[in-house]
């Protein structure tokens, strides 16, 4: 590589470089030999001929762009949550789902839905049998757990300024969040998705950490502009309502009712 790199430096600095000019003391012989008298003939300098242009390198083949390399720099919303790392069904079906979304790229004005994205949850693609909720009861499902996933990652994409487009919350409360800030989903049934509203790309990124604890991100270029936000959680009469404020209006709500 470095025999190739010095190359292809000696290649670019020999096609770049100016002839160089007639040096001063054939100049100097020149206006002297014009100031002579008429019919004299004035000494000519030498004309000097450049090295022929060495032909052009081949230009190198592009790298190959690997899917999960972070090509933006900025993190414009992040979320970590806690879990259990004894509940090794449930942390089974985080970290597929997780693994689903890592990577992901939502194009300017498009929508990211959770569902379409990790797909169905069955035995045969690896999930388990954990812990759900049903009807505001506790019971056993495969795929159990994957609301943290879904939950999590709604939590940066309300940092981010994203678009919330679809958003249900549990019908109990879950343990890895606050109140009115989960996001249930389910196949077939209740779904998280969100809109891009930039004029950029931005990525999902995400980090399962076996020892407990899971972070979402939305990533984003590094000269990014976010604007100023807040996200505030108010309780009044059993519901619970998420507000976020973007330059100091209003541009979010959803509500969280409990059993």
Same mark, same amino acid.
């Given at each position: 590589?470095?025999?190739?790199?010095?190359?292809?430096?000696?290649?670019?600095?020999?096609?770049?470089?100016?002839?160089?000019?007639?040096?001063?003391?054939?100049?100097?012989?020149?206006?002297?030999?014009?100031?002579?008298?008429?019919?004299?003939?004035?000494?000519?300098?030498?004309?000097?001929?450049?090295?022929?242009?060495?032909?052009?390198?081949?230009? &190198?083949? /592009?790298?190959?762009?690997? +899917?999960?390399?972070?090509?933006?720099?900025?993190?414009? $919303?992040?979320?970590?949550? *806690? @879990?259990?790392?004894?509940?090794?069904?449930?942390?089974?079906?985080?970290?597929?789902?997780?693994?689903?979304?890592?990577?992901?790229?939502?194009?300017?004005?498009?929508?990211?839905?959770?569902?379409?994205?990790?797909?169905?949850?069955?035995?045969?693609?690896?999930?388990?049998?954990?812990?759900?909720?049903?009807?505001?009861?506790?019971?056993?499902?495969?795929?159990?757990?994957?609301?943290?996933?879904?939950?999590?990652?709604?939590?940066?994409?309300?940092?981010?300024?994203?678009?919330?487009?679809?958003?249900?919350?549990? &019908?109990? /409360?879950?343990?890895?969040? +606050?109140?009115?800030?989960?996001?249930?989903?389910?196949? $077939?049934?209740?779904?998280? *998705? @969100?809109?891009?509203?930039?004029?950029?790309?931005?990525?999902?990124?995400?980090?399962?950490?076996?020892?407990?604890?899971?972070?979402?991100?939305?990533?984003?270029?590094?000269?990014?502009?976010?604007?100023?936000?807040?996200?505030?959680?108010?309780?009044?009469?059993?519901?619970?309502?998420?507000?976020?404020?973007?330059?100091?209006?209003?541009?979010?709500?959803?509500?969280?009712?409990?059993?």
């Amino acid at each position: 590589m470095l025999e190739t790199a010095a190359l292809l430096l000696a290649l670019s600095v020999g096609t770049n470089a100016t002839p160089a000019a007639p040096v001063d003391s054939q100049t100097a012989i020149v206006e002297q030999a014009q100031q002579f008298t008429e019919g004299f003939v004035p000494y000519e300098a030498p004309v000097i001929e450049p090295d022929p242009e060495p032909e052009p390198a081949e230009p &190198s083949k /592009p790298a190959e762009t690997k +899917p999960w390399v972070n090509p933006y720099g900025q993190t414009l $919303g992040t979320c970590t949550t *806690k @879990f259990a790392a004894s509940n090794t069904n449930r942390n089974t079906n985080i970290q597929l789902a997780t693994k689903a979304c890592n990577g992901y790229v939502i194009q300017p004005g498009a929508t990211f839905s959770f569902n379409t994205v990790v797909g169905q949850r069955t035995k045969a693609r690896g999930y388990k049998e954990a812990g759900v909720y049903v009807n505001g009861q506790t019971d056993t499902g495969v795929g159990g757990g994957i609301c943290q996933v879904s939950s999590t990652l709604f939590n940066a994409a309300l940092e981010s300024n994203m678009t919330i487009v679809a958003r249900r919350a549990h &019908s109990l /409360p879950v343990s890895y969040l +606050p109140r009115g800030r989960d996001a249930t989903v389910s196949w $077939g049934g209740p779904e998280f *998705k @969100f809109k891009n509203p930039y004029d950029f790309p931005v990525m999902i990124g995400t980090y399962y950490n076996k020892g407990g604890s899971l972070t979402m991100a939305i990533l984003g270029p590094a000269d990014a502009k976010i604007a100023k936000h807040t996200i505030k959680v108010t309780q009044k009469n059993g519901v619970y309502t998420l507000t976020r404020t973007v330059n100091g209006k209003v541009n979010y709500t959803t509500t969280s009712k409990y059993n």
